[in-house]
């Protein structure tokens, strides 16, 4: 569901409670029920659909997820204006969520031009996301790039179903929020490795010593959209993001240094103590840039030419099974494109 507006930047860890408390002599969950009761967010799919309807999609507002309970059997069209009554809402990990029950209504409705004037309005003055603002929201990263155009994480996720994305390395600046970080808080000790865990991307990225330590982690990251991303920071680009806060070095014989970067992380989600729902969240201006790991072409491409060698060896080897496996290679190989961080500072971080 799209109206044109952002749904509020609640904490990764925040979800409402919606289970009914236990009424006397009411009969025990079964473990369908227990499993239905608990919340988890539903990013858009963009990835999944055909590249000339998700050019078609709306490159700012949120996208809110409508989960369906009850006997709800009609529902309006995709690209149709409807109206809803009696429908409820929950926050699932962060993520507002709309839910129709067997009391929702909703109606056909006419185009709304007073959200289409404003969603224009947003369009023009690139703003991707209504809850920050330059001046007042806490942004706690800075990038030389400034003065470009900021770009949505949906824009992001289109460009990338497009021919040949692999081929036509792409960079934007987005403002964003974390929502969670990877490997996870009790595996910190491992966000240091030696260049040689990654030496085709360390000596690329002018590496010179295999020991050498560096950054080596993954954020996942959202914007005013609700389209998530995952970023790599890895490299030279690492260094320059934690430049204020510590270098790389032993996090499993560094205890200090180990607290300092989980304090940092915990900071950039929203999860440090005293957090509550209704703290501001902290803002990344964050400049990314796409790339394909030539491994992972390689092993695409050879996973692609045994395929199309079975297929010939198949006695329906007409141009169907052609046009499919041709699609089934693409598809692997789009999906393995990531995103890195590159150009952008955390500032000192304060409470």
Known sequence: MWDGTDTPPFPPTFSTNIKPPPQQGAEEETAEQRAASILQPRPFPVTTLPPTAAAALPMIGTAVPILIRGNVTELPPPGSWAKFRNCGFQVAKGQLQGVLAQMSRWLPWREDEKVLKKYTHRLALKIVSEWYNPERSRCV???????????????????????????????????????????IADHVNTMCVPARASWGAAKADGYTDESQLMFALRLCVVDGTGTELDVDIFGKSGEEFFKNILHPQNLRTEPTARSTLSAALKYLTGTQEGSTPSSEPVWLDMCIKSYFPEEVVTQTEQERKKQRQEEMASPSNGMGGGALASGGGDGEKKSSLRYRVFDTKLLPLTN
């Open 141 to 183: 990263s800075t990038t030389p790039h400034g003065d470009k155009e900021v770009t949505s994480l949906r824009q992001i996720a289109v460009d990338a179903l497009q021919p040949n994305a692999e081929n036509r390395p792409m960079a934007y600046r987005c403002i964003v929020h974390v929502l969670s970080h990877y490997p």
